[in-house]
């Protein structure tokens, strides 16, 4: 390489000093992070959305009736009486009410676990 | 949090291994180390200051989503400097008015003072690089500027700037010429008559 062009490379190298070299930089910054919340907030709320969707089909699948009915035909596990607690919580609603709390159980779960893996994540 | 208050002692292909992982602190240092230098390789290939801050915030953002392809083979500054050059030839083609497959005449840039005035003159012209590049042809400066401050060869900034390499190849020759011929130590050799191999 001829002896100009290494030089040229060298100036090349050298940058120029630039005063608000630091407000660039936490432009860069809070460009980053806001990307980041953005794609975050996104991908949340599509999970949110599709369990809440996954969560609807299943009970309006009949599941619950299925459930109902496993559990009165099986007595060698009495701890676990699907029947009563369903008995408990739909009692004196009506079947909408009873798919709202349920849906807002799932949604919860799904907030929880969302909030774990945010967590596990941060550590 | 400890390590935030190490990020500044690391090396860059650690700060890399880290940004890879999601850190985004580690991240900003390696913009802090090097945004001066990509911010100055705009300008230099003729951005607008506005242009290249907005460029190099881009050239950033890229290199921060692309950051596992950094593998620390060369310098991180040189990795981010080909993102930044790259889009600065998109933008540039976008906007250009010359059209670098056209032969571009010779500009008037001879040395008008020559003889007993050479010297001083050639002293008054001693200016720096960024006042030197200013004096190319538009196409010269971006080819000079890509080939040498951007770290691509002939082959990828014809690739890139989609120009023959026969054109970019004749672009830098003459802008080297040029940059001698500015850049001569005033009172030595200034270079005019010879010529860049290779």
Same mark, same amino acid.
């Given at each position: 390489?001829?002896?100009?062009?290494?030089?040229?490379?060298?100036?090349?190298?050298?940058?120029?000093?630039?005063?608000?070299?630091?407000?660039?930089? /936490?432009?860069?910054?809070?460009?980053?992070? $806001?990307?980041?919340?953005?794609?975050?907030?996104?991908?949340?709320?599509?999970? #949110?959305?599709? #369990?809440?969707?996954?969560?609807?089909?299943?009970?309006?699948?009949?599941?619950? %009736?299925?459930?109902?009915?496993?559990?009165?035909?099986?007595?060698?596990?009495?701890?676990?009486?699907?029947?009563?607690?369903?008995? *408990?919580?739909?009692? /004196?609603?009506?079947?909408?009410?009873?798919?709202?709390?349920?849906? %807002?159980?799932?949604?919860?779960?799904?907030?929880?676990?969302?909030?774990?893996?945010?967590?596990?994540?941060?550590? | 949090?400890?390590?935030?208050?190490?990020?500044?002692?690391? *090396?860059?292909?650690?700060?890399?291994?880290?940004?890879? /992982?999601?850190?985004?602190?580690?991240?900003?240092?390696?913009?802090?180390? *090097?945004?001066?230098?990509?911010?100055?390789?705009?300008?230099?290939? #003729?951005?607008?200051?506005?242009?290249?801050?907005?460029?190099?915030?881009?050239?950033?953002?890229?290199?921060?989503?692309?950051?596992?392809?950094?593998?620390?083979? #060369?310098?991180?500054?040189?990795?981010?400097?080909?993102? @930044? @050059?790259?889009?600065?030839?998109?933008?540039?083609?976008?906007?250009?008015?010359?059209?670098?497959?056209?032969?571009?005449?010779?500009?008037?840039?001879?040395?008008?003072?020559?003889?007993?005035?050479?010297?001083? *003159? $050639?002293?008054?012209?001693?200016?720096?690089?960024?006042?030197?590049?200013?004096?190319?042809?538009?196409?010269?400066?971006? !080819?000079?500027?890509? !080939?040498?401050? %951007? /770290?691509?060869?002939?082959?990828? @900034?014809?690739?890139?700037?989609?120009?023959?390499?026969?054109?970019?190849?004749?672009?830098?020759?003459?802008?080297?010429?040029?940059?001698?011929?500015?850049?001569?130590?005033?009172? %030595?050799?200034?270079?005019?008559?010879?010529?860049?191999?290779?």
């Amino acid at each position: 390489m001829a002896e100009f062009e290494i030089r040229l490379d060298r100036m090349f190298a050298e940058p120029p000093t630039f005063e608000d070299a630091g407000t660039f930089a /936490g432009q860069v910054q809070s460009k980053l992070n $806001r990307n980041w919340t953005t794609r975050r907030l996104v991908i949340g709320a599509l999970g #949110g959305v599709g #369990g809440l969707i996954g969560v609807g089909q299943i009970v309006s699948s009949g599941v619950m %009736g299925h459930v109902k009915s496993l559990t009165a035909t099986a007595p060698s596990i009495p701890s676990i009486d699907f029947s009563h607690w369903h008995g *408990h919580l739909g009692a /004196g609603l009506s079947p909408a009410t009873s798919s709202a709390i349920w849906l %807002g159980l799932a949604a919860i779960v799904i907030a929880v676990a969302l909030a774990i893996s945010r967590l596990i994540e941060d550590l | 949090m400890a390590l935030k208050h190490t990020l500044p002692a690391m *090396h860059d292909v650690e700060l890399a291994a880290l940004a890879a /992982g999601g850190r985004r602190d580690a991240f900003g240092e390696l913009v802090r180390r *090097h945004g001066s230098a990509v911010r100055g390789l705009l300008l230099r290939m #003729g951005a607008q200051p506005a242009t290249a801050d907005d460029l190099a915030q881009d050239a950033f953002l890229a290199a921060f989503e692309q950051i596992t392809d950094f593998r620390g083979e #060369g310098t991180f500054q040189a990795w981010v400097k080909r993102i @930044a @050059a790259r889009l600065y030839v998109r933008h540039w083609r976008k906007a250009a008015h010359v059209d670098l497959l056209a032969e571009t005449p010779e500009p008037d840039d001879a040395p008008r003072h020559d003889g007993e005035e050479g010297a001083a *003159h $050639r002293a008054a012209l001693r200016i720096d690089l960024d006042e030197a590049l200013k004096a190319l042809a538009e196409p010269e400066r971006l !080819c000079v500027s890509l !080939c040498y401050g %951007g /770290g691509l060869s002939h082959a990828e @900034a014809a690739e890139a700037l989609n120009a023959p390499l026969g054109t970019v190849k004749s672009h830098v020759k003459r802008g080297l010429d040029k940059l001698r011929r500015r850049l001569a130590p005033p009172g %030595g050799d200034d270079g005019v008559e010879r010529r860049v191999h290779g």
